[in-house]
Nanobody, 120 residues
Framework: QVQLVESGGVLVQPGGSLGLSCAASGSIFSINNMGWYRQVPGKQRELVAV???????NYADSVKGRFTISRDNAMNTVDLQMNNLKPEDTAVYYC??????????????WGQGTQVTVSS
């Protein structure tokens, strides 16, 4: 089995910074894309940022210039550094990854989610 475990969600003031981390563990052969999504009640889960195995990145327009995604392939971790946070960044943030459990078998996996609240 594969698990993704997030950490780092807290309450932060507008303009503040926060880092989220996610660690993948279990039966992992290799990991392709890793990313962060977020969801607020009543809305669809949306992509925040994604990073491929070659460290290529893509960001939602709403977070470009403020958020930075990075990964450590040796440790199977992905981080999200969030700067200049805004109240509209308040959401549950989910870690996501496409993981090969064998050379032939793969699936997409989600973390349990971590709450980020931006409020004064």
């Amino acid at each position: 089995q594969v698990q993704l475990v997030e950490s780092g969600g807290v309450l932060v003031q507008p303009g503040g910074s926060l880092g989220l981390s996610c660690a993948a563990s279990g039966s992992i052969f290799s990991i392709n894309n890793m990313g962060w999504y977020r969801q607020v009640p009543g809305k669809q889960r949306e992509l925040v940022a994604v990073i491929n195995s070659g460290a290529g990145t893509n960001y939602a327009d709403s977070v470009k210039g403020r958020f930075t995604i990075s990964r450590d392939n040796a440790m199977n971790t992905v981080d999200l550094q969030m700067n200049n946070l805004k109240p509209e960044d308040t959401a549950v943030y989910y870690c996501h990854a496409y993981i090969h459990t064998t050379p032939r078998d793969w699936g997409q996996f989600w973390g349990q989610g971590t709450q980020v609240t931006v409020s004064s």
